[in-house]
């Protein structure tokens, strides 16, 4: 399980070190594709084939299906750290993602998302407001116990 949220800077060739605590998620490799907002997620590769599979269950002769595979598949990038840590992170996702040098990884459980840092502040001033945190929550069966 991916937590947590880390600043970190591109370098010049695009690459991203990904945290020390979050690399061995990433031994077998990993898939970066485009977020559902403006950002990447970046998904172990075993993790991302269980998406995949998801995905062709769905019929291709709907508009909606077919954008989804679009934004996934097309956008997707396999790719492998280095003996750093690093990631390199291709131009067209860097440019979708609006990253410059300064981004924000952010453990989202079963994968990570990559954020321009002004739009992760604009993100978090959204997820800290308590009355939309309210009803969003209420929703949910969060009980850890009977």
């Known amino acids: 399980m991916f937590l947590g ?19 061995a998620g990433f031994a077998n490799g990993l898939v970066i594709t485009r977020g559902f907002e403006p950002c ?17 269950s769905l ?8 954008s989804i595979f679009r934004l996934l598949f097309g956008g997707a990038s396999d790719a492998s750290l280095d003996n750093l840590g690093r ?5 067209y996702l860097r440019t979708f993602a609006g990253l410059q040098t300064q981004a924000v990884i952010v453990g989202a459980g079963q994968y990570l998302e990559v954020w321009d840092v002004q739009k992760w ?4 001033t959204q ?6 945190n309210a009803r969003r929550f209420s929703e949910l069966d969060l009980a850890t116990g009977p």
């Open 5 to 23: 949220e880390f600043s970190h800077t591109l370098d010049d060739k695009g690459r991203i070190t990904i945290p020390a605590k979050l690399r």
């Open 40 to 56: 990447l997620m970046i998904y172990p590769v075993e993790t991302f084939r269980v998406l995949e599979q998801k995905a062709h």
């Open 59 to 66: 019929s291709l002769t709907n508009p909606a299906n077919r």
């Open 87 to 91: 990631v390199v992170v291709p131009e």
């Open 121 to 124: 502040g604009e993100q978090l």
């Open 127 to 132: 997820l800290n407001d308590s009355e939309t």
